[in-house]
């Protein structure tokens, strides 16, 4: 039987890209990204609840992640899901659950790390589509 390991995530970025090397030259990105759900408290009230996922970004994935991504910017993002495990310095065991992402879109944009302003992605209305029309 043949198995699906995909996931499909829409949120904020938690926190800004983490760029690096490894050891032996391969680049990647690694940031938070934030999903919300809805759930009832222990009084029955329905409130709102984030949960933070690990993503991580290797090679032009990556470096196009660290240039144009930041903290609180949108993204939609597919990947699949994986589980490592690592030792740390003092020798204990950890285990992680990340998104290894294959596909990212930018759903809003800020300035670029340079400090370029980049294209904004912004709904447009039945004027504007028809304002649009005309001009064209």
């Not at 470096?63 to 993204?75: F, H, R, S, T």
């Not at 930018?106 to 709904?123: A, F, M, N, R």
């Amino acid at each position: 039987m043949r198995s699906l390991n995909r996931v499909t995530l829409m949120g904020h970025l938690a926190a800004d890209v983490d760029f690096r090397q490894t050891k032996t030259g391969k680049t990647l990105a690694t940031f938070p990204v934030a999903t919300n759900r809805m759930t009832k408290d222990k009084d029955g009230e329905k409130r709102e609840v984030a949960d933070f996922h690990r993503i991580v970004a290797w090679g032009k994935l990556g470096e196009i992640c660290d240039k144009y991504l930041a903290k609180g910017v949108a993204v939609y993002l597919e990947g699949k899901l994986i589980n490592r495990s690592f030792e740390s310095k003092s020798g204990e065991k950890h285990y992680r659950a990340e998104i290894v992402a294959e596909n990212l879109n930018i759903l809003t944009w800020k300035k670029t790390k340079d400090g370029d302003q980049e294209l904004g992605i912004e709904p447009i209305s039945e004027e504007k589509e028809e304002e649009e029309a005309v001009v064209a």
